[in-house]
C-alpha cells in the first residue's frame, strides 16, 4: 500500500530533495519555506536590490531544482548546491547587464531608498551599498556570501568551485581593499 | 580562526598579542577594526533589507509547477510511445530481411573483379621429351568406328533440301562424266594400256 506522505517538517533539507524528485508538491512546498526568503533576499542584493528580477529569479531558481531534483548527489549539502545554482543564475544576469546596461538607475535609487536616524550611519551604509554595487562580480559575491550570508570558507569554495586557500586570500584581499576604499568613515562616530 | 571571525567575535581590547600579529596587516590600528567590524555587523543586518518575500510569489510558482507537471507526464508519455514504435520497427525491419536474404545474397553481393591466376609453364614442366630407342610415345588412343554404338547422342547429318537448279545441275554434270569417260574412251587411251600391260 501507497503511504502518502503530508507532513514533511521534520525531514531534512536531502530528504525533501528526494520526496520532490519523487513529485511530491508537500515536499517542494516545504523547501520553498525554508528557503524561499533567504533565496530571494539573496537574489535581491546580488541583482543591484531589484525587485522584479529578484522575484523572477527565485521562480525560476525552484522551478530548476524542481527539474534537477532527481539529479541531485545526496552526499552534497543541499544549501550548497542550491547557492550554486543561484549563483549561476547571478552570473548570466550579471552577463546580461553587461550587455544591457540597464540596471544602473536602479541601482542608485535603492542605495538612496533608506533613512537612518544616525546620519553618519546612513553616508557609512550608503558608502558600503556604493562600493559593493561597482565591486566586479566575484568580489561582490564573496562579499555576499561570506558576510551576508554568513556561509562558512568551505562552503563558499564548493559554491564557487574554487580551493579554499583561494576564498581566504581572496577574502583577506578583500576587506583590506574596503579598509582603504571606506577609511573616511573611521573616525565617525558609528562605533559601539 | 579566519581574521574576520576574530573581527566579528571580538572587541580590539579582546585581542591576544597573537591575534594582532595576525591581524596586523589587515587592521593596524583600532579604528581599522572598529570600521571593519561594524561593516561586518551591517551586512549581516542586510539580509533582512529585501524585505519579505511577495506572497504572490508562491501563487505564480505553484502554477509554474502545475505546468511543469503536466507537460512533463504528457512528454513523457510521448517519449515512450516513440521508444515503444521504434523498437518494433527495427524488429518489422530484422524480420524482413531475414526472410530476404537468400535472394538479397547474389544481389547485394559486390561485383567482383576476375581473379588472375598465374599461368604455369607446361611446355617446360610438362613436355615429355623422347629419345631415340628409350621413350615409346604412347599410342593415340582412336575410337574404332565400329565400336562407337550410337546411343542417340550422336547427331545425324540433316539433308539439306536442293533447289532445283541445284539437281538439274548435279543431274546433267553426272551424265557428261559418265558420258565423257566410256570403254571407248578407256581403249583409246594408249598410255594407260600400257600402264596397264606395264603392270600385269
Known amino acids: 500500500m501507497n503511504i502518502v506522505k503530508l507532513s514533511y517538517e521534520n525531514e531534512t533539507d536531502e530528504q ?34 531589484n525587485h522584479e528580477l529578484a522575484e523572477d529569479q527565485v521562480q525560476e531558481l525552484f522551478i530548476r531544482l524542481f527539474r534537477h531534483a532527481h ?17 549561476n543564475q547571478c552570473k548570466n544576469e550579471y552577463r546580461k547587464a553587461a550587455v544591457k546596461m540597464k540596471h544602473k538607475p536602479v541601482m542608485n535609487e535603492a542605495v538612496n531608498s533608506n ?15 556604493a562600493k559593493l554595487n561597482l565591486l566586479p562580480e566575484e568580489k561582490k559575491t564573496l562579499f555576499i556570501l561570506r558576510f551576508e550570508e554568513q556561509l562558512s570558507v568551505p562552503v563558499i569554495s564548493n559554491i564557487l568551485e574554487l580551493p579554499e586557500g583561494t576564498v581566504k586570500s581572496r577574502i583577506f584581499y578583500l576587506l583590506k581593499e574596503l579598509r582603504d576604499e571606506l ?7 558609528i562605533y559601539p | ?18 591575534e594582532k600579529i595576525v591581524l596586523a596587516e589587515l587592521v593596524p590600528t583600532p579604528e581599522d577594526y572598529n570600521m571593519l567590524k561594524k561593516l561586518m555587523a551591517l551586512a549581516a543586518d542586510a539580509a533582512s533589507s529585501s524585505g519579505e518575500v511577495p506572497s504572490e510569489l508562491r501563487l505564480k510558482l505553484e502554477n509554474k509547477l502545475e505546468a511543469e507537471l503536466n507537460p512533463k507526464r504528457k512528454y513523457r508519455m510521448a517519449f515512450y510511445y516513440a521508444a515503444a514504435s521504434i523498437v518494433a520497427l527495427f524488429v518489422l525491419f530484422i524480420l524482413l ?16 573483379d576476375p581473379v588472375e591466376k598465374p599461368l604455369t609453364d607446361t611446355a617446360i614442366t610438362k613436355e615429355k ?11 593415340p588412343k582412336i575410337p574404332d568406328p565400329l565400336k562407337i554404338q550410337d546411343s542417340g547422342s550422336i547427331r545425324k547429318p540433316v539433308s539439306i533440301p536442293l533447289a532445283v537448279d541445284d539437281k538439274q545441275t548435279i543431274e546433267r554434270t553426272e551424265k557428261e562424266y559418265t558420258k565423257s569417260i566410256s570403254v571407248q574412251d578407256l581403249l583409246e587411251d594408249d598410255n594407260l594400256s600400257s600402264f596397264i600391260t606395264a603392270v600385269y
Open chain 1, 16 to 49: 525533501l530533495v528526494s520526496g520532490i524528485a519523487a513529485g511530491s508538491k508537500a515536499a517542494f512546498n516545504t523547501l520553498y519555506q525554508r528557503y524561499g526568503q533567504k533565496m530571494y533576499s539573496y537574489f535581491y542584493r546580488m541583482l543591484w536590490q
Open chain 1, 71 to 87: 539529479g541531485f548527489n545526496n552526499k552534497r549539502s543541499f544549501s550548497t548546491w542550491l547557492y550554486s545554482i543561484a549563483h
Open chain 1, 115 to 129: 533613512a537612518e536616524k544616525n546620519p553618519d550611519l546612513q553616508k557609512f551604509k550608503s558608502a558600503i551599498q
Open chain 1, 183 to 189: 577609511s573616511a568613515f573611521k573616525h565617525l562616530s
Open chain 2, 1 to 18: 580562526m579566519e581574521p574576520e571571525e576574530i573581527i566579528q567575535q571580538k572587541t580590539w581590547e579582546q585581542l591576544t598579542n597573537q
Open chain 2, 97 to 112: 530481411k531475414k526472410q530476404e536474404k537468400p535472394e538479397s545474397d547474389w544481389a547485394t553481393l559486390p561485383k567482383a
Open chain 2, 129 to 139: 621429351i623422347t629419345t631415340a630407342g628409350t621413350d615409346v610415345p604412347d599410342k
